[in-house]
């Protein structure tokens, strides 16, 4: 049985093949990162647009590198939360309409969870239960995950997204867009010493997340020295800032992935989404499992950013008859599907 996927939940315009396995056929990704790159940040208007005149391109192009065409499909996959709302529609829209031209079922997938069942795509193997990290751009979420379709909420960002906090910096450094892989370069020749920034909620009993003081520290820091250095500041304090920014984000991130393995036993860590790529932040956190033990389980690059494959989590849901109504709507707030599990 092979599945169509469709993702534009914000700034990539994605579309995947794969079967009931789920192995993946295709795997098409047309990034938008350039678009918005004079804006410093993503342009959810522009996003929309952008998804518009690309998404069936990028939909034959998966067709074609599969093998396979929209007869053989028989069943469409599509993120309808959360995200950007007007990007979510334009996905939303296309796969109902698929949906319907083929006469085949519609899956609806949550953008945040698929980004965690990416562990279990990449390992092949089963690997809940599982605390699951999402770190990216618009979220920062920890879960309690039972099984592949079943993820409670245990704390998130009350403010920025550690991928936010990234772009951010970044354009207060004037490294450029999108500001994980710029910081993450600069940061190789840079002291993470050098700055005491703060680490918010890192000794609380809590599993909530905040970046936006961290953000605000580091653009005081660097007004502050380039006062004292003349108006410019130097590229190695531009370094050492950087190197000490993403050391406050990684020591909250494996801090909080600590408290909550502690907290609940589970032995699997399960991380995912944008901020995963970032190789200082995986040594950290293989360090940190190796050294208690558990198992960590993150995808490779191509599965950590924005993705269609991921939607594979839809062939669970197929499985268990979780279909979606052909008035399927777009959300673009996190909706847990299970109740919260107490801190």
Known sequence: MYFLAIESSCDET??????????????????????????????????????????????????????????????????????????????????????????????????????????????????????????????????????????????????????????????????????????EKAARTGDPKRFAFPRAFLRDHRFDFSFSGLKTAVLYAHRDLAKAEGGTVSEQTKADLAASFQQAVIDVLVGKCRQALEQTGLENLCVGGGVAANQPFRQALQRMTEEHGWRLFIPPMSLCTDNAAMAAMAVEKWRTGQLAPLDLDAYPTYMPSAAPVPA
């Open 14 to 183: 994605a579309a995947a093949v794969f079967d009931d396995e789920p192995k993946i056929l295709a795997n098409v990704v047309a990034s938008q990162a350039k678009l918005h790159e004079r804006f410093g940040g993503v342009v959810p208007e522009v996003a929309a647009r952008a998804h518009l005149q690309r998404l069936l391109p990028v939909i034959d192009d998966a067709l074609k590198q599969s093998g396979i065409t929209l007869r053989d499909i028989e069943a469409i996959a599509v993120m309808n939360t959360p995200g950007l709302v007007g990007s979510l529609l334009v996905g939303v829209s296309a796969a109902k309409m698929l949906a319907v031209a083929l006469d085949v079922p519609l899956v609806a997938v949550n953008h945040i969870e698929a980004h965690i069942y990416a562990c279990r795509l990449a390992a092949g193997c089963e690997v809940f239960p599982a605390i699951g990290l999402v770190v990216s751009g618009g979220h920062t979420c920890l879960f309690d995950c039972r099984s592949a379709l079943d993820f409670r909420l245990l704390g998130a960002t009350i403010d920025d997204a550690a991928g936010e906090a990234f772009d951010k910096v970044a354009s207060i450094l004037g490294l450029g867009f999108p500001g994980g892989p710029l910081i």
